[in-house]
C-alpha cells in the first residue's frame, strides 16, 4: 500500500487522510506513516482527561475543547473511553449537546477502539497522538475512564493528567479515587452543585496531604461542566502544571519515562505478532494447545521452550 | 531459593503455603511451583464475575460462596478488582458483613494488585487459580471490576462469567454493557429493589436479542445480593452453563482459546522481562531513549533494530 498521498495529507492537515492515518494505526499498519511523520510531532500540548464513568468527562472536554479554541488553539480529542459521546457511546441528546464541536474545523475528535491486541492500546494512542500533532493540532485532550491498568498506561502517554470525580459515587468510588490518586496533577470535582461536593473535595485534599511530597501540589478545582461553570479555572491549573513541568527537571523525566513505555509497548507488540502471525507456527501452536489440554505437559515448560525456538528462528530466517 | 515445602503445603491445603505460593505468583518467581502443581490442576469450577464499581460484585461473590459451601464445596476467591472490599477497597464495615467467610476455613480469599508488568495481571491470576485449584477448592470465583481490556482477560481465564449489573447507573453504563455484554454468559441485575430494575432487565434482554444467535441464550437474573434474594437462581444458572459446556464442544473450544491466551501472555511476559533485566541493555536503552527524546530517530525503527539485536543475542548468549 502507498502511503505517501495519506503522508502529504497528514501534513497538509486534511481531516479524511487523517483520519486515514488513524485508522491505519489501529490497525497496527502504521509504522511508515509514523516514520514519516515523526519529525513533525513534539510540538502538541498533550492532556489527558480520567475518571470513572458518569463522571461528566465528555463534557467537561468539550468545554476545555471551547476554551482553548477561544485561544486560537486547534483542538485533537482522542476518546479512548468507552461511555464517551465521542466513543459512539452516548445517547443521541449528548451528541446534539456536543455538536458545537462536531461541526468546528478547528477541533478533530477521533475514537479509539477499546479491544484489540495485549497493549495495543497505549500504543495505538500515542501513535494516534503523533498523527494530530504532525497535522497541527496543537492541543490534544485524551478521554479514558479511569479504572483498570489499560488506562492508566494509556493517559499516561499525557503530559499532563486530570482526573475527574463526582460527588456522590459511592464507597466503592474511593478505592478508585486511591488508585487513580497517584496519576493526577490536576484534580477536578464535576457537578459540584450536587451535594456532597465538599466532602468529596475535602476527602481528596486529605488524601492528598497523607500522599508523598513533591514540588507540585496538584490543585483541586470544582466544575458544572454542563453549565460551562470553572472551566477557565480548569485550563489555568491545566496550564500552570505545564509551567511547572518546563521550569524543573519534571518535564524531562516525564518524557524519558513516555518514551520508555512506548519502546517496550512497541517490541512487545512486534514480539507477539511475530508470534501470533508466522505461519509455521501455526502446527506448533496447535501441538502447543494439545498438549497442555492433555496435561501432557504444563503451560511454562511449553512457553519456554516455544520462546527459545522461536527467538532461534527469527535470527535464522 | 527451595520452593519444595511450599508446593508441598498447596498440594496438602495449607493456608499459609497457599499465600506464599500466590505471593510468588505475583512476583513472577513462580514457574518452578507451577510446574510442580500442573498435574493436579483442572478440577476446580472457575466462575468469573464482573461489572461495573458499585454494582455490589463482592457481596454477591460472599452470597455464592456461601451458597457453594451449603453444597460442601470448598472456595476460593481471588478479586482483582481493586474496589472490592476483598481487595482491601472498601470501608470496614463492609469487611465486617463479610467476616462469615472470612473466618470459614473452608473459604480462601485472595487479593491479586492490580497493577504491574502489562499482561501480567492475566497470567497472575491464572496463575494463582492454578495454585487454588491444585489445593483443592472445588470452586474458584474471580472477582474483576468489569472495565477495561484487561479486567476482559482476566475474567476470560474462566469458564463461566457473569456480568453483575445494577438499575439506575445512568446512560454512562449502556455503553460498558454493550462492551461486556459479548462476555457474559448469564447476567445478574442486582439491586433489583431499586427503580428501574425492569428496566434495565428489559434494555439487556433487547440487546441480547439484537447480538448474534449461539445455542446458549444468556440468562438475565434478579438479586439483591445484601439479603440474600436470587443467589440460588444465579446458581442455578451458572451451573446450567457449565451443562451446556460439557454438552457441545463450546467447553473444550473455550479450553483451548484459555490455553492459547495462556501460552502468549507467558511469551510476552518472558520477552519483557528480558529486556527489562539484561543488564547490557541498560546503555542501549539509555541511547535508545535520548536519540527519540532528541528526535534523532522515530520510536518504530529503534524498537526495530533494538528487537532484532536483542533476538540475536537471546540466542548467541
Known amino acids: 500500500m502507498n502511503f505517501e498521498p495519506i503522508i502529504r495529507g497528514v501534513l497538509a492537515g486534511d481531516g479524511r487522510h487523517i483520519g486515514r492515518a488513524i485508522s491505519a494505526v489501529e490497525r497496527g499498519e502504521s509504522s511508515e506513516i509514523l516514520r514519516a511523520l515523526f519529525e513533525r510531532t513534539g510540538r502538541a500540548r498533550v492532556i489527558g482527561i480520567t475518571g470513572p464513568p ?8 468539550q468545554r476545555l ?15 479512548v473511553d468507552p461511555s464517551s ?6 445517547i443521541l441528546g449528548d451528541r446534539i449537546r456536543m455538536s458545537e464541536i462536531y461541526t468546528d474545523p478547528g477541533v478533530f475528535i477521533r475514537s479509539m477502539a477499546t479491544r484489540g491486541a495485549l497493549g495495543g492500546l497505549a500504543r495505538a494512542t500515542a501513535d494516534a497522538v503523533d498523527v494530530l500533532d504532525a497535522a497541527g493540532y496543537e492541543v490534544i485532550l485524551i478521554e479514558t475512564v479511569g479504572v483498570g491498568q489499560d488506562e492508566v498506561e494509556v493517559v499516561q502517554a499525557a503530559e499532563t493528567v486530570a482526573v475527574v470525580l463526582v460527588p456522590g459515587l459511592g464507597d466503592d468510588i474511593q478505592a478508585i479515587k486511591a488508585g487513580i490518586l497517584e496519576i493526577g496533577d490536576v484534580f477536578v ?5 450536587r451535594e456532597g461536593a465538599d466532602r468529596t473535595a ?11 511530597h513533591s514540588p507540585w501540589r496538584p490543585p483541586i478545582v470544582r466544575t458544572v461542566a454542563t453549565r460551562g461553570k470553572g472551566i477557565e479555572e480548569v485550563v489555568a491549573a491545566l496550564e500552570a502544571h505545564a509551567v511547572h513541568l518546563a521550569s524543573g527537571g519534571e518535564g524531562a523525566r516525564r518524557r524519558e ?14 514480539f507477539r505478532r511475530t508470534v501470533e502471525t508466522r505461519p509455521s507456527e501455526r502446527e506448533d501452536w ?5 498438549r497442555v489440554r492433555d496435561r501432557e505437559e504444563d503451560p511454562y515448560s511449553v512457553a519456554s521452550r516455544l ?6 528462528e527469527t535470527v535464522e530466517r
Request: charged share 30%.
Open 54 to 61: 458518569g463522571a461528566g468527562k465528555s463534557t467537561l472536554v
Open 65 to 79: 475543547a471551547q476554551s482553548y479554541r477561544r485561544r486560537q488553539k486547534r483542538v485533537g480529542i482522542v476518546a
Open 85 to 90: 459521546p465521542f466513543s459512539g457511546g452516548a
Open 189 to 193: 470535582v464535576n457537578k459540584a452543585d
Open 202 to 212: 475535602a476527602e481528596l485534599a486529605m488524601m492528598l496531604d497523607l500522599s508523598p
Open 257 to 270: 519515562k513516555r518514551i520508555r513505555a512506548r519502546l517496550l509497548a512497541l517490541l512487545a507488540e512486534r
Open 286 to 290: 496447535k501441538e502447543a494447545v494439545r
Open 307 to 312: 520462546f527459545d525456538r522461536l527467538v532461534r
